[in-house]
């Protein structure tokens, strides 16, 4: 038998080869998606930033772009310390903070294309710190729909499940 071969006690034995299904159709789709992150996007951001400094010169497009990386760093804390509140806040009021941990997200997505050096990246950066465009992309993407009670009414109280139960008894 052809193959690679397992030593086990005496004898070697084969190692059996595993049959795996063929890759899902999100499997095959994602590979695209991370060739155009990792190579389209640094081509598109290494043109961009030879034309910038084309126009306007290397030095002060260089210049730019570490001027936005701290802009950028700047709003995104500032924006961080905004939702951080806005989670204690909902935490207080005894809610889950699910929408201010999703924009938090969205954030921290934003403080990560800010500190890519690029143009396009930043433009990204940017407007991913325009609140209302944060919560549409929420909403679009996640699909993040507010719970409605059938009363209306938030504060009903707790939620009463009623069933029948019997208590058994352990014998020791």
Known sequence: MAGPWLPLGRGYRPLLRCQTAAPSYQET?????????????????????????????????????????????????????????????????????????????LLLVAGLFLLLPGFLTD??????LIPPLRRWVIRRYVGVIPVRTLSGDPQQGPRVIEGHFRRIRRED
């Open 29 to 105: 789709a994602t590979v695209p998606i991370f060739v155009l992150l990792f190579i389209g996007v640094p081509l598109i951001e290494i043109y961009l930033l030879i034309k910038v400094g084309a126009v306007i010169g290397a030095v002060p497009a260089i210049a730019l772009t570490v001027l936005c990386s701290l802009l950028g760093t700047w709003l995104v804390r500032r924006q961080g310390f905004s939702v951080l509140m806005r989670v204690r806040e909902t935490l207080a009021r005894n809610e889950v903070p699910a929408l201010e941990l999703l924009d938090g997200a």
């Open 123 to 128: 433009i990204i950066g940017f407007l991913l």
